[in-house]
Nanobody, 120 residues
Framework: EVQLQASGGGLVQAGGSLRLSCAASGFTFDGYAIGWFRQAPGKEREEISCFVFNDGTTYVTDSVKDRFAISRDNAKNMLYLQMNSLRPEDTAVYYC?????????????WGQGTQVTVSS
């Protein structure tokens, strides 16, 4: 069973930092493009950063560029998101998942995600 569980969220003041972790199991971790997504209240879920399949190239959406950094440890089946200079508009539930699932190409679920709340 494919499982991805995000953790590490919390309440932080604007300008602070958090590091999110994603534990993956049930699939060949280094065989998939995988990334971070978030959904703010009243908004659609958006992709914020991901690894492009197998070549190490990363994508980062403009709103978090220069503040967030994605990394992965294939040996541990772990994905990370270092978030610096957090802003109130970064408040959202953060999820990790494969890009294939996000695109509707394979089955799965979003899981519970991890809540990040940034106070002003």
């Amino acid at each position: 069973e494919v499982q991805l569980q995000a953790s590490g969220g919390g309440l932080v003041q604007a300008g602070g930092s958090l590091r999110l972790s994603c534990a993956a199991s049930g699939f060949t971790f280094d065989g998939y493009a995988i990334g971070w997504f978030r959904q703010a209240p009243g908004k659609e879920r958006e992709e914020i950063s991901c690894f492009v399949f197998n070549d190490g190239t990363t994508y980062v959406t403009d709103s978090v560029k220069d503040r967030f950094a994605i990394s992965r440890d294939n040996a541990k089946n772990m994905l990370y998101l270092q978030m610096n200079s957090l802003r109130p508009e970064d408040t959202a539930v953060y999820y990790c998942n494969t890009i294939a699932f996000a695109d509707g190409d394979i089955g799965g679920s979003w899981g519970q995600g991890t809540q990040v709340t940034v106070s002003s």
